[in-house]
């Protein structure tokens, strides 16, 4: 058996049609005698206009194939007479065919990760019953993987099958059972999303222990422990931990400057800038705001030029990395700024914290969320600050309080111990400067490889986040359909949002635990479904920066 992080399952395109007509001919003409030999050994199965294949390959070698197929008449609509009475009823049902696999490589995991990825395809569409002709050689292999027998054995000699059925929700109990619990084999869909992030099995794990007391000493000792490793990680002096999203944090960030009642600076160059003004606009804050163009980075000397001639702006609030366009704001020269004017720097770190390192020191607030870069479970929101916060019982409402969590040892409310315990799990497991350089090191190869095939990059590289890499499709390219197509060929990448979508942009990102075998490939396939789509054929990458300058816009 070849090393398994080697494989990779895709729903196949034209480019593997012929390599699955071999396959079909050397498993169903030469090993099952269910057809003749020929002397061109290839065979092209019947119904091959309809049916979609998830396919699995070694390198470039096709080793592993199953075909599904909604249409009936189903092949075994002619072996045996009225096949619905057999079946449940109420059922939307596909016919599952050719499952064949190259012998070496013949085991449960290529098995199920085949069947699973084309139950995750027709899942989509509605399909939730799955049949079979499964060989009677095979049986105890197909009852391992959740098929039931129905009806008499078909066939005749050699070529005999055993009709079965699978109930979609059958398959999703096995296939969790059969899923190798190594983190160095690709799961069934390569995760590139900025959140929800695919997490360790360490993870997943510690989420699943039953639910503790938030009022026991053994959580609050465990809760403390979190709240000092993400101190460690990022040099803060202190953290209150949130039961919410990031919108919760920034709410709670926002809530502390009101407090202040003095006038600050909100900088924008994306979409998560323009929220923060959204933040404050709700809070009433009273501030001003520096936009410039979506992906475009600050001009710092005209920033540190604003805050000196404007005393009345004591704070300063702003995105590390802006998450729309990939832009990692410059955090040393916004501390210098700030630090020189007397102003507080407050800043959402929500996708920078735990993709690049990050220093909080003279960082007045900060915002981070455990479902992006920290490798966790999303459902946790954390504000990191240094300085004493007290209780502002009748300033702000209770769950916005920074200070009323402060005085209650950070769990004034119910809190979830499985969320604690997973963010807590990927905090010790992860070593923090290796992560940094892995990123590092894989975005530099990714850029790279984008630009040779014809992608434009939204970020300039001397201002990108090394983990959120934006791509302007051409205009004649859906970034909707390309992201349809991305998911059924095994990659799930950001694109069904908003201000995505309205732009045509598309989005790799890396955090959480993610594919680095994946993610050589990812370039190369993404180019291939664009080509198909583009109304220039080969030529549809081909377009100029000003496509970047009007998305921008």
Known sequence: MKPEASLRFKIAGAAEFEAIHR?????????????ARNPEQRLVDKFHAENTYAICL???????MVTGRGNRPFSLDQKLADLDSYLPTGRKVLEVRLLSVEKEYRNGFVFSRLVGLLAHHFRERGYDLAIIS???RQQTLYRHLGFVPFGPVVGTGDAQFQPMYLTLERFLQVSRALSPPSSAVERLLASYLPGPVDVHEDVRTAFQRGPVSHRSEAFLADFCTTKRLLCELTRAQRVEILLGSGSLANDAVCAQLSLLGERGLILSNGEFGDRLIDHATRQGLACEVHRVSWGEPFDYEGIRRLVLRRPELRWLWTTHCETSTGILNELDTLKRICAVAGVKLCLDCISSIGTVPVDLTGVYLASCVSGKALASFPGLSMVFYHHDLAPAPTSLPRYFDLGYYAAQSGIPFTH???????????????RWPETFAHIGAAVLGLRRRLREVGFQIVAPDAHASPAVVTIALPHDISSTAIGHSLKETGYLLNYNCGYLLERNWIQICLMGEWSRHGLETLPDVLAELCARRGARGDQALRYDASLVTQARS
């Open 134 to 136: 499964g060989t009677v």
């Open 58 to 64: 070694h390198a470039d070698r096709l080793v592993g």
């Open 416 to 430: 979830s111990s499985n969320l604690v315990y997973a963010l807590q799990a990927a905090l010790h497991r992860i």
């Open 23 to 35: 396959l079909n001919y050397k498993t169903f003409a030469e090993e099952i005698p269910q057809h």
